[in-house]
């Protein structure tokens, strides 16, 4: 069965640096992209970009460009999330996401079970 | 402001059928098709339909999915109280290269 299992709960503070990771299983870890999406509080989901974990490739919606970087480590089937100096904004729910393609159609499946972030002084 | 658009909220009793909208634009809906996903309280989201109208293992014909042009649809008929959760639309953006979101729907079974 496809499952990744994301990195726990983490509480920080303004400034500090952060990652945190998703990790596949079940599957050729290289065969499919991986997406991170966040949550805020009482907000909708947002995509933050993706990565080819064949090559590293990234893409990066506008919002989050220079805000975070997504990398991967093949050997050990990981994505990574990473920031270099959070915010109290950075608060959020953080999903990562297998993407799927067959010809045009696209999905998001499965989802991490999720990696709370808190960030406060 | 998510680049789909869905109404924040809807509601029905157990048993009635409800319909969830997702409009978008040139470069997403009407270029690609439409996945929905459901998050219940306190989980992560779970993939609910895809290709528009494709529904996972799993995943009750209850449910079922539709699109035209810039527009997307989601039912749920014999509406039951698990169902009450929040529903996002989503889809891949040609001019964007990646993923644009609804801004989610919550449902809720009076």
């Known amino acids: 069965e496809v499952h990744l299992v994301q990195s726990g709960a983490e509480v920080k503070k303004p400034g500090e640096s952060l990652m945190i990771s998703c990790k596949g299983s079940?599957?050729?870890?290289?065969?499919?992209?991986i997406g991170w999406v966040r949550q805020m509080p009482g907000k909708g989901l947002e995509w933050m970009g993706i990565?080819?974990?064949?090559?590293?490739?990234?893409r990066y919606s506008p919002s989050f460009q220079g805000q975070v970087a997504i990398s991967v480590d093949k050997s050990i089937s990981t994505a990574y999330l990473q920031w270099r100096s959070l915010e109290a904004s950075d608060t959020a729910m953080y999903y990562c996401?297998?993407?799927?393609?067959?010809?045009?159609?696209?999905?998001?499946?499965?989802w991490g079970q999720g990696t709370l972030v808190t960030v406060s002084s | 402001q998510s680049v789909l658009t869905q109404p924040p909220s809807a509601s029905g009793t157990p048993g009635q059928r409800v319909t969830i909208s997702c409009s978008g634009g040139?470069?997403?809906?009407?270029?690609?098709?439409v996945t929905w996903y459901q998050r219940l309280p306190g989980a992560a989201p779970k993939l609910l339909m895809y290709?528009?109208?494709q529904r996972p293992s799993g995943v009750p014909d209850r449910f079922s999915g539709s699109k035209s042009g810039t527009s997307a649809s989601l039912a749920i008929s014999g509406l039951q109280s698990e169902d009450e959760a929040d529903y996002y639309c989503?889809?891949?953006?040609?001019?964007?290269?990646?993923?644009?979101f609804g801004g989610g729907t919550k449902l809720t079974v009076l």
């Open positions: 079940g599957y050729t870890f290289t065969n499919h992209w």
């Open positions: 040139s470069s997403n809906i009407d270029s690609n098709p």
């Open positions: 996401a297998r993407h799927n393609r067959v010809t045009s159609s696209r999905w998001l499946d499965p």
């Open positions: 990565i080819n974990p064949s090559d590293s490739q990234t």
């Open positions: 290709s528009n109208n």
């Open positions: 989503a889809t891949w953006d040609d001019s964007l290269y990646g993923w644009v």
